[in-house]
């Protein structure tokens, strides 16, 4: 305290030697790999399994641009949003395991029916298969028994905890679940493996 006055201490998990080093490595690695990418600018976000967040990196040289790619860079999910479909429909059916058979077939929601990759159709195969193979129809499928007939469930969209991050990053589209929208690198950081249990907002 200062006289009448409080003092306020601000702890941070950040690391400042470890932001040091991830900015070298973005240089190093837009260096070596940038023309080959043919990419000028990265960002990079280090986070603990807390969510806590350690060094995050917007781009290469703050003089020549302000913007933060770590946070305000969107780019879809993609299949990396599957999980959570898998984890919301595994939490609302007691009846559903990793061995339970689903089937891979086409479905249609209103004009919009998505394809797998090869366009084609695999049929039964275990809930665990259909993750690995990354299989369309499948997430779509749960979403619409989660949501009990209307997709996209908000059920999904709070599992992966973005219920509240805006239509940008889980926009309410019936491809949500194929994962149409676009995210940071900071909110989206868990990517496949899902976030770690506990886990804070990193923006």
Same mark, same amino acid.
């Given at each position: 305290?200062?006289?009448?006055?409080?003092?306020?201490?601000?702890? $941070?998990?950040?690391? &400042?030697?470890?932001?040091?080093?991830?900015?070298? $490595?973005?240089?190093?690695?837009?260096?070596?790999?940038?023309? #080959?990418?043919? %990419?000028? #600018?990265? /960002?990079?976000?280090?986070?603990? !399994?807390?969510?806590?967040?350690? &060094?995050?990196?917007?781009?290469?040289?703050?003089? #020549?641009?302000?913007? =933060?790619?770590? $946070?305000?860079? *969107?780019? #879809?999910?993609?299949?990396?949003?599957?999980?959570? !479909?898998? @984890? /919301? @429909? *595994?939490? &609302? =059916?007691?009846?559903?395991?990793?061995?339970?058979?689903? !089937?891979?077939?086409?479905?249609? *929601?209103?004009?919009?029916?998505?394809?797998?990759?090869?366009?084609?159709?695999?049929?039964?195969?275990?809930?665990?298969?259909? *993750?690995?193979?990354?299989?369309?129809?499948?997430?779509?499928?749960?979403?619409?028994?989660?949501?009990?007939?209307? @997709?996209?469930?908000?059920?999904?969209?709070?599992?992966?905890?973005? /219920?509240?991050?805006?239509?940008?990053? %889980?926009?309410?589209?019936?491809?949500?679940?194929?994962?149409?929208?676009?995210?940071?690198?900071?909110?989206?950081?868990?990517?496949?493996?899902?976030?770690?249990?506990? /886990?804070?907002? %990193?923006?």
């Amino acid at each position: 305290k200062f006289g009448n006055e409080r003092v306020l201490i601000v702890k $941070t998990p950040l690391d &400042t030697g470890l932001q040091r080093h991830t900015e070298e $490595t973005l240089e190093n690695m837009l260096r070596q790999h940038g023309r #080959q990418y043919k %990419a000028g #600018q990265g /960002a990079i976000v280090v986070m603990d !399994v807390d969510g806590a967040v350690r &060094t995050i990196v917007g781009g290469r040289d703050y003089g #020549q641009s302000q913007f =933060n790619r770590a $946070t305000g860079g *969107l780019r #879809q999910p993609g299949s990396s949003f599957k999980p959570f !479909v898998y @984890a /919301a @429909a *595994l939490t &609302t =059916n007691p009846k559903l395991r990793p061995n339970s058979i689903v !089937v891979d077939r086409p479905i249609c *929601l209103g004009n919009w029916c998505p394809q797998n990759y090869g366009r084609s159709f695999s049929g039964s195969m275990p809930l665990v298969s259909a *993750l690995a193979r990354s299989i369309n129809s499948i997430p779509v499928i749960m979403s619409v028994e989660i949501g009990k007939g209307n @997709a996209p469930g908000d059920g999904v969209r709070g599992s992966a905890g973005i /219920a509240g991050s805006g239509p940008a990053c %889980a926009p309410r589209s019936r491809s949500v679940h194929c994962g149409r929208g676009g995210c940071s690198r900071a909110r989206w950081l868990p990517g496949p493996s899902g976030p770690p249990a506990g /886990a804070r907002s %990193a923006d």
